[in-house]
T-cell receptor, first 116, second 114 residues
Framework: DTGVSQDPRHKITKRGQNVTFRCDPI?????LYWYRQTLGQGPEFLTY????????KSRLLSDRFSAERPKGSFSTLEIQRTEQGDSAMYLC??????????????FGQGTRLTVV | DQQVKQNSPSLSVQEGRISILNCDYT??????FLWYKKYPAEGPTFLIS?????DKNEDGRFTVFLNKSAKHLSLHIVPSQPGDSAVYFC?????????????FGKGTHLIIQP
């Protein structure tokens, strides 16, 4: 399978715990994006990378959220001290060029986080 | 502030007929619009896009129309097929500081009735 891969698919955690999600983009894609989707809403843009450089992080929801892409390949999204409001689907996407210029973004299946 | 709005949460259409999904936007500086389709338990998949310099783009059964004066776009699916049942999202470039991301509407759940 050469699509965008996310792991895990589902995560249940207790409030206050830290969680980390992984995204493996399509191998030749240099851009990688993280989105969050809550029930009844469209995906909400969080952050993105071009290669290993994180070019936008002001949209990360709080300082509890951080993302890395250390070697310009896979990426991780970490949420520290999780809260019930963090329960959502976290989507990763990758692309060969600027999605704002019309380049297609390919999404993974997402990681569904439930904070109890 | 929702810059891309889809005001119909759901739409039911008979198989073989035309499906029309609508989207309104507030930012006249958007230069690209995209439609994504999402099946349950899957990520969104790209369907079709349109540049703001055009008023129509067609790809097989799918056509997107753009009316800039009304800040409105629509996706037409003709003829509608059962496999078209999905949630459809309208999207535009996120307009914060030049970041390369998309802002999405809330989606319209299209149900194709046999």
């Amino acid at each position: 399978d050469t699509g965008v891969s996310q792991d895990p698919r589902h995560k249940i955690t207790k409030r206050g715990q830290n969680v980390t999600f992984r995204c493996d983009p399509i191998s030749e894609h240099n851009r990688l994006y993280w989105y969050r989707q809550t029930l009844g809403q469209g995906p909400e843009f969080l952050t993105y990378f071009q290669n290993e450089a994180q070019l936008e992080k002001s949209r990360l929801l709080s300082d509890r959220f951080s993302a890395e892409r250390p070697k310009g390949s896979f990426s991780t999204l970490e949420i520290q001290r999780t809260e019930q409001g963090d329960s959502a689907m976290y989507l990763c996407a990758s692309s060969l060029g600027q999605v704002t210029g019309g380049t297609e973004a390919f999404f993974g299946q997402g990681t569904r986080l439930t904070v109890v | 502030d929702q810059q891309v709005k889809q005001n119909s949460p759901s739409l039911s259409v008979q198989e073989g007929r035309i499906s029309i999904l609508n989207c309104d936007y507030t930012n006249s500086m958007f230069d690209y619009f995209l439609w994504y389709k999402k099946y349950p338990a899957e990520g969104p998949t790209f369907l079709i896009s349109i540049s703001s310099i055009k008023d129509k783009n067609e790809d097989g059964r799918f056509t997107v129309f753009l009316n800039k004066s009304a800040k409105h776009l629509s996706l037409h699916i003709v003829p509608s097929q059962p496999g078209d049942s999905a949630v459809y999202f309208c999207a535009a470039p996120y307009s914060g500081g030049g970041a390369d991301g998309l802002t999405f509407g809330k989606g319209t759940h299209l149900i194709i009735q046999p």
